[in-house]
């Protein structure tokens, strides 16, 4: 055969037909539109040795898809220089086209190449320590369970971020006896809240009432503390003072279940007041006059309040104006912590000697109410 082929004429560019080197080239054409007969005469060989040899230039329409290909593979091996660069050049097409399924089209015949078996997909499982949560929404996905299970919960888990917004919306925007009538009437409404309040409070990297623990700890416990806007009263549970505990529901006996504005505490009877994050309602200037009413002379007033509600660049209130007017009802301020991302707390110290000012000669600025994006 090798005698053979060194026999065999050359044919020139125009008269030898040109096809896609490998079946990955795209679809497969003559280009030589004359009949097969008329080339094999031209060449001037004999017609068996050209199906044999050089099957992959002619295709023959009796050869296999499977055939074809093999022959195709078979007969470059062989070649000269100009034949090793269309291998070099389908085997990078080859490794392009792996995740891709071609069409071969010659003859009018059509025929899929073979593909890679897809691989069945693994069932995603959430490991418990990588469970999600939403924030405002007490959403854990337990892969245990059924998915018509897990989706009620969801469905369940939303509702409840939908109560908790609605409900932390109310209490920015109505006074506080107004509040306090709302959960009188329906006291679950308060755990609804709460709950999601806690949700919250679980995505700040520090909270406020841990601050104000630590803060107590480092001073006498014979300080007597009255805790406005306690909730489910931890400031109470965490130190060793004497803790009054005031909301507007009574989470648990020792909490005092009323309007802030008006605590059956006696007056000057306490040591320190504490505002964490509950100068929610629109009358928070009577709540702060309530406040220093109980206080000692030489007592403390803390109040941590949402950072937001404090910052003029986000529409919120000046804090230099906010402390100016805690001041003129009789207290000096102390200090100041911005250092939290979340919060701010204020340190004031009740005078001595008070000079009586009516709380609506004080210019109190707004404070901006904290509302939650809705999904």
């Known amino acids: 055969m090798s005698k053979f082929r060194k026999q065999r004429p050359t044919a020139t560019r125009e008269e030898q037909p040109v096809v896609a080197s490998s079946a990955v080239d795209g679809p497969v054409q003559r280009r030589d539109k004359r009949p097969r007969e008329s080339i094999i005469a031209d060449l001037n060989v004999d017609p068996l040795e050209i199906d044999q040899d050089v099957a992959c230039l002619v295709p023959d329409s009796s050869i296999s898809n499977n055939g074809f290909n093999q022959l195709l593979t078979d007969t470059t ?13 389908s085997q990078k097409l080859r490794r392009k086209s792996d995740l891709k399924t071609e069409q071969m089209h010659y003859d009018g015949n059509s025929a899929s190449l073979p593909s890679k078996p897809k691989q069945k997909e693994e069932e995603h499982v959430i490991p418990k320590s990588k469970r999600q949560k939403k924030c405002g929404e007490n ?3 337990d892969s245990s369970k059924p998915p018509a299970s897990r989706l009620l919960d969801k469905m369940r ?7 908790f917004r609605m409900l932390n919306e109310k209490l920015y925007t109505c006074s506080g006896h107004a509040a306090f009538n709302l959960f009188k009437k329906e006291p679950e409404l308060f755990d609804v809240y709460h709950v999601g309040y806690q949700q919250q ?12 623990i630590k803060w107590l700890k480092n001073r006498n416990s014979s300080l007597v503390v009255a805790d406005f806007g306690c909730g489910n009263a931890c400031l109470a549970k965490s130190v060793k003072n004497k ?9 648990n006996p020792s909490v005092i279940a009323c309007d802030m504005a008006n605590t059956p505490l006696l007056s000057v009877s306490v040591d320190v007041s504490v505002f964490c994050l509950s100068l929610m309602g629109t009358n928070f200037p009577n709540f702060l006059c309530e406040a220093n009413r109980v206080l000692k002379p030489s007592g403390w007033l803390l109040i941590a309040e949402v950072k937001s509600r404090l910052d003029p660049n986000n529409n919120g209130a000046d804090p230099t104006k906010f402390c100016k007017a805690v001041e003129k009802l009789g207290f000096s301020s102390v200090s100041k912590d ?3 991302k979340m919060f701010v707390l204020f340190y004031f110290k009740k005078k001595e000697k008070v000079s ?3 709380i609506k000669d004080i210019e109190w600025p707004e404070l901006k109410p904290c509302m939650y994006k809705r999904r």
């Open 338 to 340: 911005f250092s939290n």
């Open 77 to 89: 091996k062989g070649c000269g220089k100009q034949k090793g660069k269309k291998q070099d050049r």
């Open 139 to 141: 959403i854990i996905l």
């Open 356 to 358: 009586r000012t009516s």
């Open 243 to 251: 803790v009054f505990s005031i909301d507007l529901v009574a989470h």
């Open 201 to 212: 409070m679980s995505n700040w990297p520090e909270q406020p009432v841990n601050v104000i």
């Open 157 to 163: 888990a939303r509702l409840s971020g939908g109560h």
